[in-house]
């Protein structure tokens, strides 16, 4: 079964600190796989999206990687800002699925 | 900008009501898909579309139905046989491996 898995749940770290979003998943055999942002009540922003032929993708003080041999993903973030503050979720698009999987989310506290 | 609309933001349905939720996209995307939130649950799919005037049920499709008459909208109705329909609900759209873009959602409440 295609699945993605998000590790922790939540995450409160204090401003200014550099941090690291984990994500795996089951099955190398990928299209991409996205990074999403989501503020409460609102829709996904997208992030970052790592083709499958691609290791590392970068945006301001994001940086998405991915390792699809041993199946993992991790969004670091630079000097975090208390604006930081959201869920962020993972999601793969595997071969052979006509849809997008997604990981629960990482709930992510920024204290100033 | 290019991007998707979904309306209404808010939308409460009596019991037995049939009620659909409206979402519309600019991006001359081919797919569209619709999810469903839940608290704990992750985002679940509802339904997807590949192209005009055919459609997939995805993981959790009963009690709903869907149409795509036109490769810009992609309406989804929350028909009375849904027994949990108090949900999030979000839609998206994609091309090739171009990946997701999703609006901003509708909040559906039975009451």
């Known amino acids: 079964k295609q699945e993605v898995t998000q590790i922790p749940a939540a995450l409160s770290v204090p401003e200014g600190e550099n941090l690291v979003l984990n994500c795996s998943f089951t099955?190398?055999?990928?299209?991409?796989l996205q990074w999403f942002r989501q503020d409460p009540g609102k829709g996904l922003t997208s992030l970052l999206l790592?083709?499958?032929?691609?290791r590392e993708q970068t945006s301001g003080r994001l940086n998405a990687s991915l390792d699809k041999s041993s199946g993992r993903s991790t969004l670091y973030i630079a000097a975090s800002q208390p604006g930081d503050s959201a869920t962020y979720l993972c999601?793969?698009?595997?071969?052979?699925?006509?849809?997008?999987?997604f990981g629960q989310g990482t709930r992510l506290t920024i204290n100033p | 900008d290019g991007g998707i609309t979904q309306s209404p933001k808010y939308l409460f349905r009596k019991e037995g009501q049939n009620v659909t939720l409206s979402c519309e996209q600019n991006l001359n995307h081919d797919a569209m898909y619709w999810y469903r939130q839940d608290p704990g649950q992750g985002l679940r799919l509802i339904y997807y579309s590949q192209i005009v005037n055919d459609f997939q049920k995805g993981d959790i499709a009963e009690g709903y139905s869907v149409s795509r008459e036109k490769k810009e909208s992609f309406p989804l109705t929350v028909t009375s046989a849904q027994k949990n329909p108090t949900a999030f609900y979000l839609c998206?759209?994609?091309?090739?491996?171009?990946?997701?873009?999703f609006g901003s959602g509708t909040r559906l409440t039975v009451v």
């Open positions: 099955d190398s055999a990928i299209y991409n």
């Open positions: 999601a793969v698009s595997f071969q052979g699925a006509q849809k997008l999987v």
């Open positions: 790592i083709q499958s032929s691609q």
């Open positions: 998206a759209s994609s091309q090739d491996q171009y990946g997701y873009t």
